[in-house]
Structure formats: C-alpha cells, structure tokens
C-alpha cells in the first residue's frame, strides 16, 4: 500500500513539473508576444524588403516627404479620377537622397516607406474617410536636409561626377546629401532601361555619399598622423627634407608634381601633404597598432549610422605587408577604400572634441495637420577618440587652411579646419579623385 501512495506521489510530482515547464513556456511565449508587438513589429514591419507594405496603399495616399525648412521633396497628385502620380518638385537636387518609388524604391522613399503609408489623421476624419471610401492622407516624412545649402551643395559639384555630404559635429543630423552624376525622379519611370541595361556602364543610381569607396588619398594622413602620435613619437623630434622623392626598396614615393618641400617638421609635412614624409612615417609605424587605430575609428565594419545601405570602408595592412604597400597605404592609396559619409563622420568627431554623433536624416514624422508622430532624436555613438586627439588633430587641420594645401579656404568670415587629398585611380592624371574633409566654425568661434 505504501508502495502504492509512493508511486502517486511521484507520478503526481512528474506530472507537475511537466505542468510548470508547459506554463512556463507559455508565459514566455505570452511575454515575448507582448514585447514584439510593443516594440519590435515596426521595425519588421517597417523593413524595406518588405513588399506587404505596399497593401496600404489601397486605403492611404502616399505621404510627403519635406525638408527641414519646409520645401517639398516628394508628394503625391491625385487626379480627378483617382489616379495618383509621384512628383518631385526640386527635381535632380534631392535624387539620390529622397529617391524614388517607382521600378522599386530608393532613398528615403525606401527608408521610410512605411511611415509614409501610415495615417494618424484625427481618428474622426478616419471613419469618415472609410465611410465615404475615401482614402486618408499619409503622414508626412520631415527631414534634416536644408534645402539652401543643399542646393549651394549642388550647384558647388556643378558637371563633376562625386558627392557632397554636410552634417551637424554635435548632433548628426544630415544638413546636405549631393551625389552627381543624378537623375530626375520625375522621368525615372521612362529611362529606367537606360539606366539598368547590361550593357550600360550608367551610375546615376548609386548615391556616391553613402555607397560609393574611394581611395582617400592624402586625407587618410589624418589616421597616419594619429597612429604615429598615438605610438609615442615626439611631434617635436620630427624633422624631414623633402626633395620631391623618397625611395626605399626599390620603390619610388613621389610628392604631387615632384614638389620639393625641402626641410619640414611635422605641422609642415602635414600641411604641405607631403607624399615623402608620410609614406617615411608609414615605415616606421607597428602595424598591427596602425590597423587596430583604424578599426577603432570605424574601418572594415557597418557604419553606426540610422541611413541604409551604407558602404563598409576597408582598410587592412597586416605584419609582413610589403613596404611598397605600407609607404602607398600611409598616404591614403593601396588598398585603402572609403565613402564620404564615412570621412565625415570621422571629421565630425574630431570637430565635437572626440564624441561621434550617429548620422541621421529624418528629424520626425507628423500628420495632415502638423502634428508630431514619431521624433527622431541625436544618438551619441560615443568616444571616437580622445578630446586630447581631437584637439590635436584639430591644430593641425586648422594649419592646412592658413599655411597649407587648404589656403584657399582662409578666411576672416569664418574658421576653417581641413585635409586635401589627390588619389589616383588610373594612369591618366585627369582621372584622379580630389577631397576635402574639414569643418568650419564662425570667425568667434
């Protein structure tokens, strides 16, 4: 008998743990459940590989996309008998930035399509839109671009194929995004088999600010001058003379034009980009602290930015790489590639004393009648590099403008801080890439 009770006994016991597992799955399912819709299911749903969201089309007018001083960049005209058009009225200046929604979608028309099918109408003029089968407004997407400097962007590029970006060193926010050559979304629908035949060598679609990589030339100087501080060298104990050539192992380093800079120390030799000096620097670095510095300032790695489709710059020099390799990487050439956004980023953090703020281009969304949905707010990525570093680099770009390669730039108006950069990319001079990464402040400071 007692057998019996004890076997019941822990039968009963197995069957309650069995009892607790199954409850405790459950209230995790429940929980996870509650946490998705609450704060997950936007963003699954808000993806731009999902094509679901175009089904609320059926019941929401597009939405307009604006700029932060109130221009319209992309709305939606509807017809008389329904029909809904997409228009554009600054034409090719916003492209690559606001995009299209047409053969696909592209820029901010495919970052936010979700917020621009979603109404928050008062809930009123909602029912009564149902009622009378009429569809509701979609929200409006309100960006961080200003239309006049982008359109001071713009003009600036002129007929040049590259790209401009503008951003905020203390917030991140995107004043100016240019990518030449462009299109106009208004015609886009009609071109398209130009533009993406097989046979076409066109890139008007790729949006060179953000997907483009470059070889960065002589800006890639600034990361060389911070390794080579940052390994211990006396800024002061420098001293080089520049003949116009350098050559070691058999290979040549040349300064542009064969300039001779004659007896540099450090400022100088960063002032006058002087090829000689750094790919001689580039020699005497660790080269496993000279790619750790770069990895830590945002190399080979997705950008900490809310934009998409963002290109992952490459910079990889590793123990036993050739010392023509090394001498070509410290300037900026070799294998090295980078995208504007990126090099903007960098140069922000040094303007906002070491602290990246995470790019961003939308400020809020909002509905019909102005009122605020969603705010989209400054994130602090964090310390880039020390305020010391920045403040260093900071000196030595300010030198650029009023000694060096940058005089051009000199001003009473304003303050500005910079790096030029030339890289080569093909045997005809006429093809090189030009930079200039720098930031200004007002002649006050």
């Avoid at 936007?42 to 175009?54: C, G, M, R, T, V």
């Avoid at 005089?407 to 090189?432: H, I, Q, R, W």
């Amino acid at each position: 008998m007692r057998r019996k009770k004890k076997k019941i006994k822990k039968s009963n016991k197995e069957f309650l743990v069995i009892m607790y597992l199954f409850l405790a799955v459950f209230l995790s399912m429940m929980i996870y459940f509650v946490y998705f819709q609450v704060c997950k299911s936007e963003s699954f749903i808000n993806s731009p590989y999902n094509s679901l969201q175009d089904l609320f089309s059926d019941h929401v007018i597009r939405g307009d996309i604006v700029s932060a001083d109130g221009k319209v960049l992309a709305t939606t005209k509807v017809s008389a008998d329904g029909t809904q058009t997409r228009s554009y009225p600054q034409g090719r200046m916003f492209a690559h930035a606001v995009g299209y929604a047409v053969n696909g979608k592209a820029g901010l028309e495919n970052q936010e399509n979700f917020s621009l099918l979603r109404s928050h109408e008062f809930f009123l003029k909602r029912i009564a839109d149902d009622i009378s089968d009429k569809k509701a407004q979609g929200d409006t997407v309100v960006t961080t671009l200003d239309a006049q400097i982008q359109q001071v962007a713009y003009k600036s590029l002129g007929n040049y194929q590259g790209a401009v970006i503008v951003m905020e060193p203390d917030t991140g926010k995107i004043i100016a995004m240019v990518s030449k050559p462009d299109y106009d979304p208004n015609t886009i629908a009609q071109n398209w088999n130009s533009y993406v035949a097989a046979d076409s060598d066109s890139t008007v679609l790729l949006n060179r600010a953000t997907q483009g990589l470059y070889a960065p030339g002589s800006t890639f100087k600034i990361f060389t001058l911070l390794s080579y501080l940052k390994q211990g060298n006396d800024p002061n104990a420098f001293s080089y003379d520049c003949n116009g050539t350098f050559e070691y192992n058999n290979y040549a380093m040349h300064c542009y034009n064969n300039k001779a800079h004659g007896s540099e120390n450090l400022m100088d030799a960063f002032g006058n980009s002087c090829n000689c000096a750094f790919s001689n620097i580039g020699l005497s670095l660790d080269l496993d602290a000279y790619h750790k510095l770069c990895q830590k300032m945002l190399f080979n790695q997705d950008l900490p930015t809310a934009l998409k489709n963002t290109a992952v710059s490459k910079m990889t020099l590793e123990d036993g790489a050739s010392s023509s390799l090394i001498m070509q990487t410290a300037i900026g050439q070799g294998d090295t590639m980078v995208s504007p956004l990126h090099m903007a980023m960098v140069v922000s953090a040094i303007a906002n004393n070491g602290t990246l703020m995470e790019p961003y281009i939308i400020d809020h969304t909002q509905n019909e009648s102005g009122t605020i949905v969603k705010q989209f707010d400054a994130t602090s990525y964090g310390e880039l590099l020390s305020s010391s570093d920045a403040a260093t680099l900071q000196e030595y770009m300010r030198f650029v403008v009023t000694n060096g390669t940058g005089s051009v730039l000199n001003s009473d108006l304003y303050e500005a801080y910079g790096k030029t950069g030339t890289a080569e990319f093909s045997s005809n001079k006429n093809e090189d890439h030009s930079w200039f990464v720098g930031f200004a402040k007002n002649a006050e400071g």
